[in-house]
């Protein structure tokens, strides 16, 4: 059951241009949600969050937004820089019981084009 | 300030032996999360533990694999007798003491090659 998705395994997008990557979710007690970005052979590092009660963070060039009657949300990199390609996961948090589990999903590719 | 250390970066193993993954949290950290990544897929959650204590093993196949957070050292993700389909990419992240809107740090993985 798969209750975080992206549903684009990959994005190509010209430098310069904006980015924009999707997610979706089934399970109505997420109550926060992040975009980690990974580069090949390391570790996913965390980028931009927001909690279920806003529906949009900005962060420079980062914004995510969030849509949550729909159960949608996207990051938006604008504008994309070559130093921007590396693969995207979105994940999703509940808090219960003095415990967090965060839900990945499978990630998007993003390549920004020189 | 040291970030999550994981240990081996690389390991290899043959179908049959033991596999055993070392992560090193961050200073200050009490939580410590491992996710598998196979190829072609996202994170995988498979443990979440505390210090001497598992919290959240829904994500541990049940049989071989095992994890611990001893009072005194690193969290181990322990593999008894490696098969093929177990080479990915393990990774290990690490949280303050449960806060709400507190993000985990990843270390930089082990992958995991069985022969």
């Known amino acids: 059951d798969q209750q975080v998705k992206q549903n684009s395994p990959s994005l190509s997008v010209q430098e310069g241009r904006i980015s924009i990557l999707n997610c979706d979710y089934t399970?109505?007690?997420?109550?926060?949600f992040l975009w980690y970005k990974k580069y090949p052979a390391e570790g996913p590092t965390f980028l931009i969050s927001?909690?279920?009660?806003?529906d949009k963070n900005e962060d420079g060039r980062f914004t995510v937004f969030l849509n949550k009657s729909a159960k949608h949300l996207s990051l938006h990199i604008v504008p994309s820089q070559p130093g921007d390609s590396a693969v995207y996961f979105c994940?999703?948090?509940?808090?219960?019981?003095?415990?967090?589990?965060?839900?990945f999903g499978i990630g998007t590719k993003l390549q920004v084009i020189p | 300030n040291a970030g999550v250390m994981q240990n081996p970066r690389h390991l290899v193993r043959r179908r049959g032996q033991e596999a055993r993954l070392r992560c090193s949290p961050m200073?200050?950290?009490?939580?410590v999360y491992w996710y598998r990544q196979l190829p072609e897929e996202g994170l995988k959650f498979m443990v979440y533990?505390?210090?001497?204590?598992?919290?959240?093993e829904s994500g541990m196949p049940k049989e071989r694999f095992s994890a611990e957070f001893p009072k005194e050292g690193p969290s181990i993700l322990r593999i008894q007798q490696v098969v093929r389909g177990d080479s990915a990419a393990y990774f290990c992240?690490?949280?303050?003491?449960?806060?709400?809107?507190?993000?985990?740090?990843f270390g930089p993985g082990t992958r995991l090659t069985v022969l």
């Open positions: 992240a690490s949280s303050p003491p449960p806060k709400e809107r507190n993000e985990q740090f």
């Open positions: 399970n109505s007690m997420f109550d926060y």
């Open positions: 927001i909690s279920s009660i806003k």
């Open positions: 994940a999703a948090r509940y808090f219960s019981g003095g415990y967090q589990k965060v839900t």
């Open positions: 200073k200050g950290h009490s939580h």
């Open positions: 533990l505390q210090k001497e204590n598992i919290i959240d």
